[in-house]
């Protein structure tokens, strides 16, 4: 009986932190400012690896945090957004806050917010409120490591008052528009992430992207590491449940390691995830404590396999825009044996929606548009338009579970399903399917 009032306390937790509007992008540190001031600056307490990029930070975060907790550091993890549970946002060494300290850390937030939204006039955002949450529990946990992941961008997200020792910055490409129409521009908001005297650990870049980290590097007195140049994958081989790869790290070491993630994208990820270790550490990692990190990584959602008996298997990935949608599309073929695909598609409005559709057509024998159950998410009618002008047909179903019930019926039972297009929309496919 004692777990029903938990859960009714809980609830009323998630729905007044969603009554903050998550939808609404609030610009600006000014109001993170005032609340971290409040709470006495507990993001300060501890030192951070700060993530950015366009796609795959999630998966980064969850890999720098496993290798440091392999080399016997205390981590606290913020991530977003979360697929089933608010609480996937928020880990201490791996493993989801409970929800008993959810509404306990939430209400002790409620004074403060309220004193910087009566001094300021305005709302403290779900983001905000949430990141605020990251920086008090890391705080009261006394975390060796905080490892964050921006929301969006960089230089102006509520992350940003971390203090990062280390800033990762992944592949920069064009996404969110309010970011800038170039990569020139998304590059120098997520360059605002880089801290005086920093070390910078970078994915592969374009040169436009490449130039204005290295500028915002030399600004700041930081030093740029680089993917392919001062460390990288050695080589990669493909097994069945992921991939054996060899890791070459700025200190020197190389170490093979057994990847349990499907992808050369993912291979990527580890590499630049373990420089930043290496980076975070001062010292040379030590080979068998990579393996024991890097090992145990899981990222649901990503390139995740659900096998139905009876039914076809379903395969979840995030991808969300046209590079992660071309990374989705070059490991498909690998992941599911090249049998019969069939795309189950949602999408958010925001997302360049056409070319996510061209990059994904050409492994799908069927297409089942849909859209989840967000005020953002393109009607669906606009994905089988961007379909059926590639001169493809469609299927259009109301929603994530009945496209997964279509989908299903035409992929048959050695076909594959797979779910795409928004993180959203993986999400309501992993609670459809249990998941």
């Known amino acids: ?24 992008m609030a610009p600006g540190l000014e109001r993170i400012t ?16 700060h993530i950015t990029g366009t796609n795959g930070k999630t998966t980064l975060a969850r890999m720098v945090a496993g290798l440091l907790q ?33 509404v306990a850390l939430l209400d002790a937030l409620a004074g403060p917010i309220a004193g910087v939204e009566r001094e300021r006039g305005e709302m403290v955002s779900f983001f905000e409120t949430l990141t605020a949450l990251a920086y008090e529990l890391f705080a009261g946990a006394r975390v060796d490591a905080g490892v964050f992941e921006v ?94 790869v060899v890791l070459r790290t700025p200190g020197g070491v190389t170490v093979d390691v057994p990847l349990p993630l499907h992808g050369a994208h993912q291979a990527d990820n580890a590499a630049c995830a373990l420089a930043a270790v290496e980076a975070f550490l001062g010292v040379p990692v030590d080979p068998g404590r ?51 695909l069939t795309l189950v598609l949602g999408v958010l ?36 338009k961007a379909v059926r002008l590639a001169g493809r047909a469609v299927h259009v179903a109301e929603d994530v579970p009945a496209a997964l019930a279509a989908a299903t019926g035409l992929a048959g039972e050695t076909g594959v399903v797979v779910v795409t297009g928004s993180l959203y929309t993986v999400g309501e496919a992993k609670t459809a399917l249990g998941a």
């Not at 009986?1 to 609404?24: C, D, G, I, K, T």
């Not at 005032?34 to 501890?46: F, R, S, V, W």
Request: with cysteine; aromatic share 2%.
């Open 1 to 24: 009986m004692s777990r029903e009032p938990e859960a009714s306390a809980y609830e009323a937790a998630v729905q007044s932190l969603f009554a903050r509007r998550p939808e609404h």
């Open 290 to 340: 990579v393996r024991a990190g890097l090992g145990r990584v899981r990222s649901p959602g990503r390139l995740q396999r659900v096998v139905r008996p009876g039914q076809p298997d379903v395969v979840l990935d995030g991808a969300h825009n046209p590079h992660a949608a071309r990374a989705l599309a070059a490991a498909l073929p690998r992941v599911t044996g090249g049998r019969r």
């Open 70 to 102: 392999a080399h016997d550091q205390t981590t606290g993890t913020y991530t977003s957004p979360h697929l089933q549970d608010v609480r996937e946002r928020l880990c201490l060494n791996g493993e989801p806050i409970t929800r008993g300290a959810f």
């Open 151 to 244: 929301g969006m961008g960089g230089r102006w997200d509520a992350t940003n008052l971390v203090r990062a020792p280390v800033a990762l910055i992944n592949t920069v490409a064009q996404d969110h528009p309010e970011l800038g129409a170039t990569v020139t521009d998304v590059a120098r908001e997520k360059a605002g992430i880089i801290k005086d005297g920093a070390v910078v650990v970078a994915g592969e870049q374009q040169p436009a992207a490449a130039a204005v980290i290295a500028a915002e590097a030399r600004a700041r007195a930081a030093t740029v590491l680089r993917a392919g140049e001062d460390f990288g994958v050695e080589a990669l081989r493909a097994v069945h449940d992921g991939q054996m």
């Open 34 to 49: 005032a609340l971290c001031a409040a709470l006495g600056e507990p993001q300060l307490t501890y030192p951070s690896v």
């Open 349 to 384: 409005g925001d997302k360049d929606v056409e070319s996510l559709v061209r990059e994904l057509l050409g492994v799908a024998e069927d297409v089942v548009v849909t859209q989840p159950a967000s005020s953002r998410a393109a009607p669906a009618d606009r994905l089988a």
